[in-house]
């Protein structure tokens, strides 16, 4: 599917254009939070949340040269009826998470949501290859995506999402190409895959 969308490339538009010291090192290993747990090698920044006002409440983004080059964001437990982003726009309304919702269904709900909040003019975004996949033991899916952003680099990435306890837990990497993505797409796919909770019982997706 291909949306014409206002982007600075997923968040960078809200983001700083280059790690600074109000960012965090994250440090190698396992990083829980929010009931979601995620194994990371070194060389991950954590945004401070002042640069990500269009985050809930939980979420974070990890970069490892600047969110304008590289970024990896982790969207845990979105609970149904919620958005996966806050609206810069207090008129345009976002489109919510339902607990039922198919595979496919959360590919659109991550489109829809970029076109939602960005508004549509500068960019080009398009998600493919969408396929099953294990985040521990629960069932989900990824999916690829590619962006082609006004006066920016071209950029690809990749997603990953699953749903336990009626709550999705989404993971999104964008990587300028063909440097950026190169240099972090197999870290970043390593976080999006290890994701997973840190105690409950399973609740698949519907295939």
Not at 110 to 122: L, Q
Not at 165 to 191: C, E, I, Q, R, T
């Amino acid at each position: 599917m291909i949306y014409r969308i206002s982007i600075l490339v997923a968040v960078a538009a809200i983001a700083s254009g280059c790690v600074s010291t109000s960012y965090t090192l994250v440090a190698p290993g396992a990083t829980a939070f929010e009931g979601m747990q995620v194994s990371a090698t070194g060389g991950w920044n954590q945004a401070p949340p002042m640069h990500t006002p269009s985050m809930q409440k939980g979420a974070v983004l990890w970069t490892h040269d600047g969110p304008l080059l590289d970024q990896l964001i982790i969207i845990p437990g979105v609970a149904d009826g919620e958005p996966l982003m806050k609206s810069a726009n207090k008129s345009a309304a976002m489109p919510l998470f339902k607990k039922d919702m198919l595979p496919n269904e959360i590919e659109e709900l991550t489109e829809s949501t970029f076109v939602k909040y960005f508004g549509e003019g500068n960019a080009v975004v398009t998600t493919r290859n969408l396929r099953p996949q294990r985040f521990g033991e629960y069932r989900g899916v990824m999916f690829d995506v590619d962006a082609t952003v006004s006066e920016n680099p071209e950029y690809r990435g990749t997603a990953g999402a699953f749903i336990a306890n009626d709550k999705l837990y989404m993971l999104f990497f964008l990587g300028a190409v063909p440097h950026y993505y190169d240099k972090h797409s197999a870290a970043a796919v390593s976080v999006i895959q290890s994701a997973t909770l840190t105690g409950g019982s399973n609740v698949p997706m519907s295939k």
